[in-house]
């Protein structure tokens, strides 16, 4: 393949990928404890350009207060773990209620591991996590890294009665999605100007 075309070609690849990770930022603006995603491209030794990694922004979003004593926000480091049978789930999405076995679960029905009766008067958590039920403790939620291995106390606090936003930044995603629109504008001129100058060298030649 002609190098021109190639390098054109495989930037308007790196790009369309790299714009649907800032459309996913931008659909999940309004999502609980969404962490944006960033991409990475990189140029080939060679020429062209590839996305070769996608990692998460891990810094924190602002906390909506909803007065609600089960939603949970973790302000610092680590994640909720929750079990579905057999597989663990780390989320920061901190939306609890108590099913009908007076289990703690999030909103899909995953456990924490922690029971506090069929019928509790008064549950509260503190900012440790703590699990009251009428002054009486009834367990701990305890916070986790992304290797499973338990967050010390003294990185986090939990607060009861809010949620963590997303933390999408919208003007800089949408920043972003112009410079990668244009990016690719850019690199299919440059495919349509090279196919243009093909065609006129087969035309010398026949």
Do not use: C, W
């Amino acid at each position: 393949m002609i190098p021109g075309l190639f390098y054109a070609l495989s930037a308007i690849s790196a790009g369309n990928k790299k714009y649907g990770v800032t459309a996913n930022n931008i659909a999940n603006i309004s999502s609980t404890a969404f962490k944006g995603k960033i991409a990475h491209l990189k140029e080939f030794s060679k020429g062209g350009v590839e996305l070769y990694s996608v990692t998460s922004n891990e810094g924190i979003g602002y906390f909506i207060n909803t007065g609600r004593p089960l939603d949970l926000a973790i302000n610092g480091d680590g994640y909720f773990k929750f079990t579905d049978g057999n597989k663990e789930v780390y989320s920061r999405m901190g939306i609890l209620s108590i099913d009908k076995n007076g289990e703690m679960v999030d909103v899909s029905g995953r456990r924490v591991g922690i029971n506090v009766g069929t019928s509790p008067d008064n549950v509260h958590i503190d900012n440790k996590g703590n699990v009251y039920v009428d002054g009486e403790v009834k367990g701990k939620l305890q916070i986790y890294n992304q290797n499973g291995g338990v967050v010390p106390d003294s990185n986090y606090e939990i607060l009861s009665g809010f949620l963590e936003a997303s933390n999408v930044d919208i003007a800089k995603e949408m920043v972003e999605s112009i410079t990668n629109f244009r990016y690719i504008q850019a690199n299919v001129k440059t495919v349509k100007t090279v196919d243009e100058m093909l065609g006129n060298i087969v035309n010398i030649v026949g």
